[in-house]
């Protein structure tokens, strides 16, 4: 057995502090990625329950169709494990993605979770920090930014959400049929943020430092504006359904310091 009394020394390290907050997004969370699901729970129950927030940047869910789609079994049981998350005490936030902007107050409500709006600004550890999905800043997407400001539309919203379920999730399988088979027609550059967009975004905000999902390139990337450093942290997509299994989050402490995590829990550098 180990010496179970805490020291000075190891109670100061950081590996022991609990963060602030938890950044994760593009989970792509369906039933069809059963192994996935199971971690992504285990996030919940573990990592996540350390921490006094935790942010959902968007895609949480491989697609969305509506809030009444919250009674489809699988759904219920991703609510049910982020309303455990919410009762535990720690605070939820949520960003669309854009596979899951639908969602609405009902399942904001049923998970505890606050909507926020992209971008959001949140002050944590004493330093403010831009969070957003990150697809609004993928400008060179002519053919997406089309779609996505058409979708993003209150009436097409309020028209698509008056069809039945069965009729919208039809809907959407076409468009992710469509979407897959633009995407490996387009260059990798188009997908990727444009860089005066992310300009853009830091100014708008007026932060030197940003957290975002979206392009599944997780990374530390530096951006010089003069004499400002701004840090842009991109957040991974998850898919522990294949080998080698992806998946991972970042971690904002008390004193500021950014640390990012794999899927199983190492650290990255
Ligand atoms: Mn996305």
Redesign the pocket.
């Known amino acids: 057995m180990h010496n179970q009394r805490p020291t000075k020394r190891t109670s100061s390290t950081t590996a022991q502090r609990a963060p602030e907050a938890i950044f994760v997004s593009?989970i792509h969370l369906t039933e069809s990625i059963p192994r996935t699901t199971q971690m992504f729970f285990a996030f919940l129950r573990g990592q996540a329950l350390q921490a006094r927030q935790l942010f959902l940047l968007?895609?949480l869910f491989e697609y969305w169709a509506g809030d009444d789609d919250i009674a489809t079994p699988f759904n219920r049981r991703v609510a049910e494990a982020l309303r455990q998350v919410t009762d535990a005490g720690v605070a939820l936030f949520w960003i669309a993605?854009?596979?899951d902007f639908l969602i609405g107050e009902k399942f904001a409500h049923a998970t505890g979770a606050m909507l926020l709006p992209d971008p959001f600004i949140a002050t944590i550890g004493g330093r403010q920090v831009a969070l957003s999905?990150g697809?609004a800043q993928c400008t060179d997407d002519t053919a997406y930014m089309a779609f996505r400001s058409q979708v993003r539309e209150p009436r097409w919203q309020q028209s698509f959400l008056a069809q039945p379920l069965a009729q919208r999730k039809k809907i959407i399988e076409g468009m992710r049929t469509q979407s897959q088979d633009a995407q490996r027609d387009k260059p990798a550059d188009i997908m990727d943020v444009n860089a005066e967009a992310i300009a853009s975004l830091f100014d708008a905000t007026g932060t030197s430092l940003m957290i975002h999902?979206?392009t599944h390139r997780p990374a530390r990337h530096e951006h010089h504006n003069g004499e400002e450093k701004r840090v842009r942290y991109v957040l991974p997509d998850w898919d522990c359904d294949v080998v080698p299994e992806r998946g991972g989050w970042i971690s904002m402490y008390a004193d500021g310091t950014i640390k990012r995590f794999q899927v199983d829990g190492t650290e990255t550098n």
């Open positions: 593009d968007g895609d993605g854009n596979r999905h697809d999902g979206h």
